[in-house]
């Protein structure tokens, strides 16, 4: 890599003067006075982080407008001058909006590029919005108010999907497939109850983010740099102004604390983590092996080389992206062990975790809320094979309960007699002759055809929760409630 000798080049724009007055200087950084205006244009690229928290300029200006706001009421600054920073700080939104906001990485980050865009617009009114703050607490208000609204938008994406999963689960509602233990045929079930089940993974992932929601809803603003201000800070009218219904106790905490963050992509991690587990079933689903689903053309990608492949890519990004957001949150969680009290600089890289995190986590739930929509189920495929594999063998043993038969002795004697149809050459219970299974046991009468076959064993289920018919409609009955809104 070539060395840089000079640290100026002519692209880095006229030096800036360190006794201009800010205004006349958008490019002057507030801290200039005491450090100098000495540069290096590679030591302004890694120390900047302008170039990915931009996105945190609509946070930025809504924490400002609020501390503002504050900041009259407690008389530190006038009424007009309040209204001169709204004003500007609307304005440079709309410009940044707008995309014709002019970003310079030597503003080092959104939260300086937007007060010096204040001050050159406003002047004097502007230099006082930054009373009794840090960027230190800034920087935490804002990245928590970033975090509510990733929640909230993710919370009703998530909810598009559990619709179309149910609507899905409705579809092929009572059709009979087979549930799987260590991936071999175990008992029937409903299509619908497996569909249900991520249905009900989801509604954790929603519960924990709305439980996350609730410890990241809490204002750090005031929190200066670590220590609080001397100044009158009424912090709880601050709060209230950002629909935050707490303020931190301890100025320390506040400026330190990404706990939020971590939370928010652990729950990240645990939704791609279900996604992927998701994209991984319904990828063996759609091996000729399988067989058990179709997933439409839009949905699917073909090969290069072999002119037949239909392959399911996107459910595979899907299982591949999730490691990107459990490679976020070790990243995040590394990031803050090492870090003593209070505010430290690698707390800036929050933003690259947190916003990679969530970004993967949206794009992923979103297909697959159009996957899931555009999918059907091969009924027939699955039931020409659903008695394959004695998935009927439990139900039996089941059937030998009622019989007053203890289960051990059941069970034992259901192995026994799937033996002999693998003896036999058989391929299901229901096979065999009564007179045979009868020498088995005298319990066993005619009426044992009636629960035998897998497509009859979903009628019999029982418990609540269970994988037959009736348990489905309660379930389903449950979601669509819960899921109206
Ligand atoms: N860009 C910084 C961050 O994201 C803002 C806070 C900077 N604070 C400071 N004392 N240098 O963390």
Not at 217 to 242: E, F, I, M, N, Q
Not at 345 to 367: G, H, I, N, P
Request: one cysteine or more; glycine letters at 6%.
């Amino acid at each position: 890599m070539a060395k840089r000798k000079s640290s100026r080049s002519a692209a880095d724009g006229p030096e800036p003067t360190p006794n201009s007055p800010p205004h006349s200087l958008p490019l002057g950084k507030s801290w200039q006075a005491r450090i100098g205006a000495a540069r290096d244009t590679l030591a302004e690229q890694f120390v900047e982080s302008l170039s990915f928290d931009q996105r945190l300029a609509r946070h930025d200006v809504a924490g400002s407008i609020a501390h503002a706001t504050m900041l009259a009421k407690m008389k530190l600054i006038s009424q007009a001058e309040l209204e001169q920073i709204k004003g500007g700080l609307n304005k440079i939104l709309a410009d940044i909006e707008a995309e014709t906001f002019h970003f310079d990485i030597r503003q080092e980050d959104i939260h300086m590029a937007i007060e010096a865009a204040l001050i050159a617009q406003i002047g004097e009114a502007g230099k006082k919005l930054h009373t009794g703050r840090s960027r230190n607490d800034q920087v935490a208000l804002d990245v928590r108010l970033w975090c509510l609204e990733a929640i909230d938008l993710l919370t009703g994406k998530i909810a598009d999907l559990q619709r179309s999963l149910v609507w899905l689960a409705r579809q092929y509602g009572s059709f009979p497939m087979p549930a799987y233990t260590h991936l071999q045929r175990a008992q029937p079930i409903t299509i619908g109850h497996e569909l249900l089940a991520y249905v009900e993974m989801l509604q954790r992932d929603q519960d924990r983010l709305a439980d996350c929601r609730r410890r990241t809803a809490v204002s750090p603003l005031g929190g200066g740099a670590v220590a609080g201000s001397t100044l009158p800070l009424d912090r709880r009218y601050a709060a209230a102004l950002l629909n935050l219904p707490t303020v931190t106790d301890n100025s320390l905490d506040s400026v330190s604390d990404r706990d939020f963050a971590a939370e928010l992509v652990f729950c990240l991690s645990l939704i791609g983590v279900h996604l992927s587990r998701w994209a991984e079933q319904w990828i063996l689903y759609s091996s000729t092996e399988f067989n058990f689903i179709r997933i439409a053309d839009a949905y699917t990608t073909g090969s290069s080389m072999m002119p037949q492949k239909r392959n399911p890519d996107l459910l595979e990004l899907t299982r591949g992206k999730a490691a990107g957001i459990l490679g976020n949150l070790v990243a995040l969680l590394s990031m803050l062990k090492g870090q003593p009290l209070a505010y430290n600089r690698d707390m800036q890289e929050d933003k690259r975790w947190l916003f990679s995190a969530y970004d993967t986590a949206e794009a992923s739930v979103t297909m697959a809320a159009k996957i899931v929509a555009h999918t059907q189920f091969n009924t027939q495929v699955i039931s020409q094979r659903l008695d394959e594999g004695f998935l009927d063998a439990t139900v039996m043993a089941e059937y030998l309960v009622k019989k007053g038969v203890p289960f051990r002795t059941a069970h034992h004697l259901v192995g026994t007699l799937v033996s002999l149809c693998e003896t036999k050459n058989l391929q299901a219970l229901s096979e065999l002759p009564l007179d045979l299974m009868q020498q088995h046991s005298p319990v066993i009468a005619a009426d044992v055809f009636e629960v035998l076959g897998a497509a009859k064993a979903i009628h019999s289920y029982q418990s609540h929760g269970a994988g037959g018919v009736r348990q489905l409609q309660l379930q389903l009955a449950k979601w669509d409630r819960q899921l109206k809104n």
